[in-house]
């Protein structure tokens, strides 16, 4: 069993400080730079710089959605607002679509939400899964939310509030609003899109074990918090980011080599 901290600390798990620290000073930033900057130019090249940090907050959004980062509620849907803005991945969404969705059907191509497969059996090519995923991403959520209703109520009404509050702030400051939060949301959804492509494509198996890919460079796993220890993750999904390379390193002799890799430079840099 995993050890949490102690009952004097909002986080369940220390670990978490510095990532929600970034996160949270990136929100400040973008809300700095809405109310005081204009120019189109500054903020399209601040739009691109945010590009790939951005990209890396979606893998740490993935982890909020599987161990909840706070013990407080109120905490958790602030902390989501704030990773909604940069993913465009709104409360409850991904534990609907990729927590009570992909992982307990990765194994079956017809009911995977992160489906890799066309409904012929063919596989799909990066850019066609790309949009299949992102574009598909929030009528999934909602249709396994119809077995969950309490989290399905919950991805609605912090949904709704999410969207209402990105409308006014583009109604109130177009541009900035465009370029520092509309954009963002759609650019990062594709790309954790685009970069789950690798994670489990071509791999038709019922073996868990023999269903992921994993990359143990240690640049990578920095950024990503551990999420390329993948198939250790599949194993089991409910053990912090922290504790997935002790996990790994119990199972790692049930993963065939070739399922390994060792480069920083992969499209699964910032998958989920």
């Known amino acids: 069993m995993q050890k949490k901290q102690d009952g004097l600390s909002i986080f369940r798990y220390k670990e978490d400080r510095w990532p929600v620290f970034i996160v949270l ?96 059996g063919t596989q799909m090519g990066m850019v066609e899964y790309t949009l299949n995923v992102a574009l598909t991403s929030y009528t999934r959520g909602f249709q396994v939310g119809k077995k969950h209703p309490k989290q399905q109520s919950t991805f609605l009404i912090y949904s709704a509030i999410t969207f209402l509050i990105v409308a006014i702030l583009v109604w109130y400051n177009p541009v900035a609003g465009l370029m520092l939060f509309v954009l963002p949301m759609i650019t990062s959804l594709l790309f954790t899109a685009y970069v789950t492509y690798d994670h489990h494509s071509g791999l038709d198996t019922q073996d868990e074990f023999e269903a992921s890919y994993n990359n143990l460079d240690p640049l990578f796993n920095r950024l990503t918090g551990n999420l390329g220890y993948h198939t250790a993750h599949h194993h089991k999904q409910g053990v912090h980011w922290s504790k997935l390379p002790a996990l790994h390193a119990k199972i790692e002799d049930k993963i065939p080599e070739h399922l390994y890799q060792s480069s920083i430079f992969t499209r699964t840099i910032l998958g989920s």
């Open 25 to 120: 000073t990136l929100t400040v930033i973008d809300f700095i730079l809405y109310f005081t900057v204009s120019n189109i130019a500054l903020l399209t090249g601040y739009y691109l710089l945010m590009l790939l940090p951005k990209g890396v907050i979606c893998a740490w959004n993935h982890h909020h959605q599987h161990l909840f980062t706070f013990r407080q509620t109120f905490l958790n849907r602030g902390l989501e607002f704030a990773y909604a803005l940069h993913t465009g991945v709104t409360t409850h969404l991904w534990r609907l679509h990729h927590v009570l969705g992909h992982h307990l059907n990765f194994l079956d191509q017809e009911q995977d939400e992160s489906r890799w497969k066309r409904k012929d």
